[in-house]
């Protein structure tokens, strides 16, 4: 009798150490239009190399369609069924996975940690000298901290951090199980601390940065302490238990920082950055340097377009590029007299550098073409709609309630309702963005083109009625 057993794949080991549907580097999860593998990217920065050898993995394994995320992260979409291990393996040796911790290897490593790096950063951490701090050096310290505790292997792969660092440019209105937020103390920094929520909420406490790493260590610990087997998100621990007693157990676990100073807080950051930075020339430096910014219509690009993508910023600027939560993509460090090139061709390319353009308003999920869940094929309907879209109008495209397509509420939602319908819903700007799914029911039922008249006929903010 042959009692050999069949050895078990990373990604059958990893779904029985952490369930989830939420993709990574192992994990692919199974979709409509074929396997989801999703990247993480800390900060968002890829090398031209590793752009390259996404570009690679993604034609040799998958169909050469990619996304950009809005935790500024890549994903490749259709991986053909019997290639998973090999893409994950491509990926891996090209760098794409966790460095740093002691794994028996790369693959073992990718398991154990690649859904620990959930870190967002803004895309100009590091470059701007508007902001108050680096904060790659701390998220990298952060990642590294969770990455090493046995323990923290038990956060959901949804568990995220925000670090703002008070550059011009950020992503302020994404909710974040933990956010710290640069604040101006004196002659040095501190950070406000916020949980389950956004740094344009109001922060609990702050932090000096050399106490982080060691507060959030105890912070982490003091979650997964009271939370129960179905609380996997800070704001579900936050419904189950006061803040007291979350700050109490973080206390109990030792080297917990936290000053609850009032004094400290009154400089908060609460206005999100303005949507012109994204796209287009910005000057940072005295010397006309600064970084241009571009993004694939509805977060699609190709692995051609992404081949083009690295040769120009290796042309053109440090040979990174940097993807923004916005699902775009700025070039760094690009000299004052390579701008208006770069930006053409970023253009050339197919990308969207302007807001005039009516796509760089409009975000939509996958849709029907690729998601089971989806009522509509909402990235067709975009396109539709982009042709009808009133001026300085941005929307939103869902398929179903999830909201993949934007962690935030955008100004106007269209849900679909069933395949040739949505309905339509309009922020609340008189409350905070977060908390809001969609805002309110303002027009049901309505086709495409009735929503391009609905959206034409309503105030641009729920304050101007
Ligand atoms: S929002 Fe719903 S329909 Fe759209 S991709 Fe997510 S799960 Fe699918």
């Given amino acids: 009798m042959n009692h050999e057993t069949k050895p078990v794949s990373p990604a059958t080991a990893l779904a029985a150490l952490r369930p ?27 090398s031209a190399a590793r752009v390259h050898a996404l570009a690679d993995a993604a034609s040799a394994h998958a169909t050469g369609v990619l996304e950009l995320t809005n935790r500024a992260n890549v994903q490749i979409r259709g991986v053909r069924v019997g290639e998973e291990a090999a893409l994950s393996a491509a990926l891996i040796g090209a760098g794409l996975g966790p460095t740093g911790i002691d794994a028996a290897s790369p693959l073992e490593r990718a398991c154990a940690a690649d859904e620990l790096r959930n870190v967002m950063l803004s895309p100009l951490a590091g470059v701007d000298p508007n902001s108050l701090c680096n904060t790659a050096a701390i998220a990298a310290e952060l990642i590294d901290m969770m990455q090493r505790e046995a323990r923290f292997a038990s956060l959901s792969p949804k568990f995220a951090l925000q670090l703002d660092g008070g550059e011009r440019m950020a992503m302020l209105e994404h909710p974040h199980d933990v956010w710290l937020a640069a604040l101006p103390h004196g002659a040095t920094v501190r950070f406000a601390v916020g ?15 050399e106490d982080i790493r060691a507060s959030m260590r105890a912070l982490l610990h003091a979650f997964l302490d009271l939370a129960d087997s179905d609380a996997t998100r800070m704001r579900d621990v936050l419904a189950a238990h006061s803040l007291d007693a979350l700050l109490q157990r973080a206390q ?15 400089a908060w950051r609460r206005e999100p950055s303005p949507a012109d930075l994204r796209l287009g020339a910005h000057a940072l430096h005295a010397d006309g340097s600064g970084y241009v910014g571009a993004q694939p219509a509805l977060g699609r690009i190709d692995a051609h377009t992404l081949r083009a993508l690295a040769a120009l910023a290796e042309d053109s600027g440090d040979a990174t590029l940097r993807v923004t939560p916005w699902q775009g993509l700025l070039l760094p460090n690009v000299s004052a007299h390579a701008m208006a090139a770069t930006l053409e061709r970023l253009h050339a390319l197919g990308l969207i550098v302007s807001r005039a353009d009516p796509l760089a308003r409009l975000i939509a999920c996958t849709g029907s073409a690729g998601c089971a869940k989806s009522r509509a094929d909402t990235k067709a309907d975009a396109q539709r709609l982009a042709a009808l879209l009133p001026p300085d109008t941005e929307a939103h495209l869902s398929g179903c309630e999830r909201s993949c397509a934007a962690a935030h509420c955008a100004p106007f939602t269209l849900l679909a309702s069933d395949p040739d319908h949505y309905d339509l819903y309009q922020r609340d700007d008189t409350q905070s963005g977060f908390g809001q799914r969609f805002g309110q029911p303002v027009a ?7 929503a391009a008249l609905a959206l034409a006929q309503r105030p641009r903010s729920t304050q101007d009625v």
Avoid at 20 to 42: F, M, N, Q, T
Avoid at 199 to 205: A, E, F, M, Q, S
Avoid at 444 to 450: H, P, S, V
Wanted: aromatic fraction near 2%.
């Fill in 20 to 46: 989830s549907a939420c993709p990574g580097l192992v994990r692919v999860v199974a979709a409509r239009d074929g396997g989801l593998c999703r990247i993480r990217l800390p900060g968002g920065v890829l």
């Fill in 195 to 209: 949980l389950a929520g956004c740094p344009t909420t109001r922060p609990i406490g702050t932090l000096a940065a």
């Fill in 252 to 266: 109990a676990h030792g080297d917990f920082a936290l000053m609850r100073d009032d004094a400290a807080l009154h």
């Fill in 444 to 450: 049901r039922n309505l086709t495409i083109e009735a």
